[in-house]
C-alpha cells in the first residue's frame, strides 16, 4: 500500500506540472481573472475540490489508490499572445494523506483557450519515480513530448475547474514488474485568481 500511494501521488504530481506541454501547436491564448490579463509571474493555485478524491486506476478500471487533499501551485511564465500558449512551472506541490512522491522532472504545463473561455491543459517534460507494489522495483513514468491532462472550465465570476482525466506511460527500460501504463482522474478548483478563464488573444 505504501508503494501504491507514492504512485498516487507521483500522478498527481504530473499532472500540473506538472504541474500538469502535449502535442498541440502553438494557439492564441491569455489567461483572464475577471476583467484583468494575467502576466508572467503571476502564481495559480489548484486545489482538489471538497469531498472529491483523487484517484489512480488501472486501464481496465480498477482503483489502485486515492488521496483526499492536494494542492498545486504553478508561477505563469509568459504572458500568452495571438500566437503563444501560456506556460507555467510549478513553484509548489503538496500531497496529504500520505501520498509520497519522488518527482525527477517537473517540466511545465500550457494553456490552450477552447470555445466558451475554457482550456485544455497540456504537459511534457515531467518525470516520476516510485516503486511496484510487486516488490522494491523502481518504476519510471514520463508524459514524453506532452499528453493532454484534462479541460479547465473557466469562469467569469466563480472559481475555474480543471477536470483530470490522463493515462499516463511507463518509461522504456521499466521492469515487467511496472503497470505499463496508468489512468488519473480528479477534479481541481482554481482556488487563485478567482475567478479564471481562458481565451483566444
Known sequence: MR??????????????ILTCTGGSSASATELYSGGTTLKAGTEVVLTLKSGMSTALKSTGGETLTTCTSSVMEAKLSNNGSATETVKAAASKFTVFGGCVTKVV??????????????AQITTKGFRVTWYSP?????????????ITIGTLTGST???????????LSGASGNSFLCPVDTKWTAIYLVTSPKPFHATTS
Do not use: P, W
Not at 508503494?3 to 500540473?16: I, Q, V
Not at 517540466?107 to 490552450?112: K, L, M, S, T, V
Open 3 to 16: 508503494s501504491l500511494k507514492r504512485l498516487s501521488g507521483a500522478t498527481l504530481m504530473l499532472a500540473f
Open 105 to 118: 522532472e517537473t517540466g511545465q504545463i500550457e494553456f490552450h483557450a477552447l470555445a466558451g473561455k475554457n
Open 134 to 146: 510487486f516488490g522494491e522495483t523502481t518504476c519510471d513514468y514520463t508524459g514524453g513530448e506532452g
Open 157 to 167: 465570476s466563480e472559481n475555474a475547474t480543471l477536470e483530470v482525466n490522463a493515462v
